[in-house]
């Protein structure tokens, strides 16, 4: 069984410009969240997708988006960037809402 | 709107003394709440759910309880030692998402 793998693990970009973050998830769940998470703080939660619908978000501008292919692995993109998008970006997949989340490593994503 | 804290921040102990961690949330509307563990620079690794209904889950040296009625829930580790070193995070699962507190930063010393 394949555990969330999450590319890339390191990203630079400037302001302004646009990034995609990948999310493959654990074999047999068909929910994936996304993360994101700041230096020393708790992961505040962007969004979730369930069978390729968003199912949930939260407070993230719609600069911020998703999706969500069939065989349930996920993207995040982000239009735009600002400096404050400097984060590690966490992606977690889980067999229902009220089920465990399991989570990847990570994307580390530093604006210049 | 649902508020997750963790007290302390930072926890500092001797190898082999028990220890606990505590959460605390605002809603108790809650379906779930969570324990991870965090290294730094990597993602979380769960640790122990405690479904709603529940008053506790163990595994191991790891013991978690949640009090929905006062909000709360605490981790015990018992026996610590330094490779139980990093940040343990509790999250809750309610009708809108799921939240995170700030994390305990634990340090077990040799």
Known sequence: ??????????????????????????????????????LGQGPQFIFQ???EEENGRGNFPPRFSGLQFPNYSSELNVNALELDDS?????????????????????RLSIL | KQEVTQIPAALSVPEGENLVLNC????????????????????LTSLLLIQSSQREQTSGRLNASLDKSSGRSTL?????????????LCAVVDNNDMRFGAGTRLTVKP
Do not use: M
Not at chain 1, 1 to 16: C, F, N, Y
Not at chain 2, 24 to 43: C, E, H, M, V
């Open chain 2, 76 to 88: 015990y580790i018992a026996a610590s030692q330094p490779g139980d070193s990093a940040t343990y």
């Open chain 1, 87 to 107: 984060a590690l970006y966490l992606c977690a997949s889980s067999s229902g809402r009220a089920q465990p989340q399991h989570f990847g490593d990570g994307t």
């Open chain 1, 49 to 51: 997708y369930y069978r």
């Open chain 2, 24 to 43: 605390s949330f605002t809603d108790s509307a809650i379906y779930n709440l969570q324990w991870f563990r965090q290294d730094p620079g990597k993602g």
């Open chain 1, 1 to 38: 069984e394949t555990g969330v793998t999450q590319s890339p693990t390191h990203l630079i970009k400037t302001r302004g410009q646009q990034v995609t973050l990948r999310c493959s998830s654990q074999s047999g769940h068909n929910t994936v969240s996304w993360y994101q998470q700041a």
